[in-house]
């Protein structure tokens, strides 16, 4: 089988990274860089859109990735700052890696467009369905984070069949990557998330139910003030009421954040308990005291 490589920007101290037996990242220097990917000098204008560059000869393992990223170039990618590569067998692990990303922390990095190797007669490129270069700053993986990005690949990887993780995955996918929706989309596709989550299968008194249960269990699983959570509930629920109904809302970067915030931690503890989100055990936890 072929090996795959991804490359993206992470802050990280290691020179490698095991993932799993088939997913690792490894680091690559400037000068590696260029010489990967055939480019010898890049000029961006102030948007930071590539402008003009100049190749090596197409020797270069990668060269050809070079000519094909340069017409699918988004306005948060640069060239020269790709400093890691994400190896992988097959184009879905890239996927699951990038999700990962995002499940972890509100991030921009992100596997996007990735090849084989050009030497190789079976060369191909392969991208995935949304640019990742959206979000609150480059992911940061120390210790901590590292093990929690491995674990996160695992649960996802071990999910896969589940078809409600699925429906959740593309619409978190889509709300988080550069595609250049309105921050309106973004806020309904999470929201509708939430939903999905903490109403399975009431049919009344939806605003309330919302409420009450996320307040519950955040409150029972991240320690969350009740209240704050309540009230955090409340505006979601009513902004994106009136999204659904006059198709706009206005909706401040802080909210949009949180909702995001409560949409991943939610998704996480989804990964390790799917049963915790079951419409029998959410409505025991409200009728606890």
């Given at each position: 089988?072929?090996?795959?490589?991804?490359?993206?920007?992470?802050?990280?101290?290691?020179?490698?990274?095991?993932?799993?037996?088939?997913?690792?990242?490894?680091?690559?220097?400037?000068?590696?860089?260029?010489?990967?990917i055939?480019?010898?000098?890049?000029i961006?204008?102030e948007?930071?859109h590539?402008i003009?560059w100049?190749?090596?000869?197409?020797?270069?393992?990668?060269?050809f990735?070079?000519?094909?990223?340069?017409?699918?170039?988004?306005?948060?990618?640069?060239?020269?700052?790709?400093?890691?590569?994400?190896?992988?067998?097959?184009?879905?692990?890239?996927?699951?890696?990038?999700?990962?990303?995002?499940?972890?922390?509100?991030?921009k990095s992100?596997?996007?467009?990735?090849?084989?190797?050009?030497?190789?007669?079976?060369?191909?490129?392969?991208?995935?369905?949304h640019?990742?270069?959206?979000?609150?700053?480059?992911?940061?993986?120390?210790?901590?984070?590292?093990?929690q990005?491995k674990?996160?690949?695992?649960?996802?990887?071990?999910?896969?069949?589940?078809k409600?993780?699925?429906?959740?995955?593309?619409?978190?996918?889509?709300s988080?990557s550069?595609?250049?929706?309105?921050?309106?989309i973004?806020?309904?596709?999470?929201?509708?998330?939430?939903?999905?989550?903490?109403?399975?299968?009431?049919?009344?008194?939806?605003?309330?139910?919302?409420?009450?249960?996320?307040?519950?269990?955040?409150?029972?699983?991240?320690?969350?003030?009740?209240?704050?959570?309540a009230?955090?509930?409340k505006?979601?629920y009513?902004?994106?009421s009136?999204?659904?109904?006059?198709?706009?809302?206005?909706?401040s970067r802080?909210?949009?954040?949180?909702?995001?915030?409560?949409?991943?931690?939610?998704?996480?503890?989804?990964l390790?308990?799917p049963?915790?989100?079951?419409d029998?055990?959410?409505e025991?936890?409200?009728?606890?005291g």
């Amino acid at each position: 089988m072929s090996t795959l490589y991804f490359p993206l920007i992470i802050t990280c101290n290691r020179k490698t990274i095991k993932i799993t037996d088939s997913i690792s990242l490894s680091r690559i220097d400037i000068k590696k860089n260029r010489e990967l990917i055939g480019v010898e000098e890049i000029i961006v204008n102030e948007s930071g859109h590539v402008i003009s560059w100049s190749g090596y000869s197409d020797s270069s393992p990668w060269y050809f990735w070079a000519l094909h990223l340069r017409d699918n170039i988004g306005a948060n990618l640069h060239l020269r700052q790709m400093n890691f590569i994400l190896e992988v067998q097959k184009r879905e692990e890239a996927l699951l890696v990038g999700i990962a990303m995002k499940l972890l922390c509100g991030t921009k990095s992100g596997p996007y467009i990735g090849f084989s190797d050009i030497r190789l007669s079976s060369f191909s490129v392969h991208s995935l369905i949304h640019r990742p270069y959206w979000g609150e700053g480059y992911l940061y993986l120390g210790k901590k984070e590292i093990k929690q990005l491995k674990s996160l690949v695992r649960q996802l990887e071990g999910l896969q069949a589940d078809k409600k993780l699925n429906t959740i995955i593309k619409k978190f996918w889509y709300s988080e990557s550069y595609s250049g929706q309105a921050t309106s989309i973004r806020f309904l596709e999470m929201s509708v998330i939430l939903e999905m989550l903490f109403l399975p299968k009431a049919v009344s008194e939806l605003s309330y139910r919302f409420q009450l249960r996320m307040a519950k269990w955040f409150n029972r699983h991240y320690r969350k003030n009740l209240k704050e959570v309540a009230d955090d509930a409340k505006k979601i629920y009513r902004t994106r009421s009136k999204i659904a109904h006059s198709g706009t809302a206005k909706i401040s970067r802080d909210e949009l954040n949180n909702v995001r915030d409560y949409v991943r931690f939610a998704v996480r503890k989804y990964l390790t308990d799917p049963s915790i989100f079951k419409d029998d055990y959410l409505e025991e936890l409200c009728l606890m005291g």
